[in-house]
Protein backbone atom coordinates (compact mmCIF):
# COMPACT_ATOMS: atom_id res chain seq x y z
CA UNK A 1 0.00 0.00 0.00
CA UNK A 2 1.28 3.58 -1.34
CA UNK A 3 1.89 5.83 1.96
CA UNK A 4 -0.03 8.95 1.40
CA UNK A 5 0.25 10.46 5.00
CA UNK A 6 1.17 14.76 5.10
CA UNK A 7 5.04 13.99 6.24
CA UNK A 8 5.54 11.82 3.08
CA UNK A 9 3.76 14.31 1.01
CA UNK A 10 6.03 17.24 2.96
CA UNK A 11 9.00 15.10 2.04
CA UNK A 12 8.30 14.23 -2.04
CA UNK A 13 7.24 18.07 -2.55
CA UNK A 14 10.89 19.37 -0.24
CA UNK A 15 12.69 17.10 -3.03
CA UNK A 16 10.82 17.88 -5.84
CA UNK A 17 11.17 21.98 -4.75
CA UNK A 18 15.45 20.92 -4.10
CA UNK A 19 14.97 19.54 -7.67
CA UNK A 20 13.53 22.22 -9.33
CA UNK A 21 15.55 24.28 -7.80
CA UNK A 22 19.01 22.53 -8.63
CA UNK A 23 17.39 22.56 -12.23
CA UNK A 24 17.32 26.03 -11.73
CA UNK A 25 20.57 26.91 -10.88
CA UNK A 26 21.76 24.84 -13.84
CA UNK A 27 20.14 26.54 -16.09
CA UNK A 28 20.94 29.65 -14.83
CA UNK A 29 25.01 28.41 -14.71
CA UNK A 30 24.41 26.93 -17.93
CA UNK A 31 24.07 30.10 -20.32
CA UNK A 32 26.42 32.02 -18.56
CA UNK A 33 28.89 29.52 -19.46
CA UNK A 34 27.80 29.10 -23.05
CA UNK A 35 28.25 32.94 -22.63
CA UNK A 36 31.70 32.90 -21.77
CA UNK A 37 32.84 30.72 -24.81
CA UNK A 38 30.65 32.71 -26.38
CA UNK A 39 32.64 35.64 -25.41
CA UNK A 40 35.90 33.66 -25.27
CA UNK A 41 35.05 32.26 -29.03
CA UNK A 42 34.24 35.88 -30.44
CA UNK A 43 37.13 37.24 -29.01
CA UNK A 44 39.44 35.09 -30.12
CA UNK A 45 37.69 35.41 -33.94
CA UNK A 46 38.03 38.73 -33.75
CA UNK A 47 41.88 38.45 -32.93
CA UNK A 48 42.31 36.07 -35.99
CA UNK A 49 40.70 38.67 -37.88
CA UNK A 50 43.06 41.35 -36.80
CA UNK A 51 46.10 39.80 -37.06
CA UNK A 52 45.04 38.12 -40.97
CA UNK A 53 44.67 42.27 -41.69
CA UNK A 54 47.69 43.01 -39.95
CA UNK A 55 49.33 40.38 -41.98
CA UNK A 56 47.83 41.91 -45.35
CA UNK A 57 49.03 45.08 -44.36
CA UNK A 58 52.54 44.25 -44.06
CA UNK A 59 52.44 42.20 -47.37
CA UNK A 60 51.03 45.07 -49.04
CA UNK A 61 54.02 47.48 -47.52
CA UNK A 62 56.33 44.47 -47.84
CA UNK A 63 55.47 44.47 -51.70
CA UNK A 64 55.12 48.66 -51.97
CA UNK A 65 58.64 48.70 -50.25
CA UNK A 66 59.82 46.14 -52.72
CA UNK A 67 58.71 47.80 -55.85
CA UNK A 68 60.17 51.18 -54.82
CA UNK A 69 64.01 49.42 -54.44
CA UNK A 70 63.61 48.14 -57.74
CA UNK A 71 62.60 51.03 -58.72
CA UNK A 72 65.63 52.40 -57.17
CA UNK A 73 67.82 49.77 -58.26
CA UNK A 74 66.74 49.95 -62.06
CA UNK A 75 67.26 53.51 -62.08
CA UNK A 76 71.01 52.89 -60.57
CA UNK A 77 71.19 50.23 -63.13
CA UNK A 78 70.12 53.00 -66.29
CA UNK A 79 72.09 55.49 -64.90
CA UNK A 80 75.44 53.00 -64.81
CA UNK A 81 74.66 52.08 -68.19
CA UNK A 82 74.13 55.16 -69.94
CA UNK A 83 77.37 56.41 -67.95
CA UNK A 84 79.23 52.95 -69.14
CA UNK A 85 78.20 53.26 -72.79
CA UNK A 86 79.30 57.37 -72.88
CA UNK A 87 82.41 56.10 -71.39
CA UNK A 88 82.70 52.71 -74.36
CA UNK A 89 82.15 55.09 -76.75
CA UNK A 90 84.50 57.47 -76.10
CA UNK A 91 87.27 54.62 -75.81
CA UNK A 92 86.00 53.19 -79.31
CA UNK A 93 86.43 56.53 -80.71
CA UNK A 94 90.40 57.35 -79.33
CA UNK A 95 90.97 53.82 -80.75
CA UNK A 96 89.49 54.30 -84.02
CA UNK A 97 91.32 57.89 -84.25
CA UNK A 98 94.65 55.71 -83.36
CA UNK A 99 94.54 53.67 -86.02
Same mark, same amino acid.
Not at 51 to 60: E, K, N, S
Given at each position: ???TSPRV???LLKRAGRL???HAMVALTKPASVDSEGADRDETLSEARQ???????? +??DGRHLARRYAEMLQNVVDEYCVEFEKRAEAAL???? +??Q
Open positions: MIDGSTETELIADLRDA +AQARLE +AV
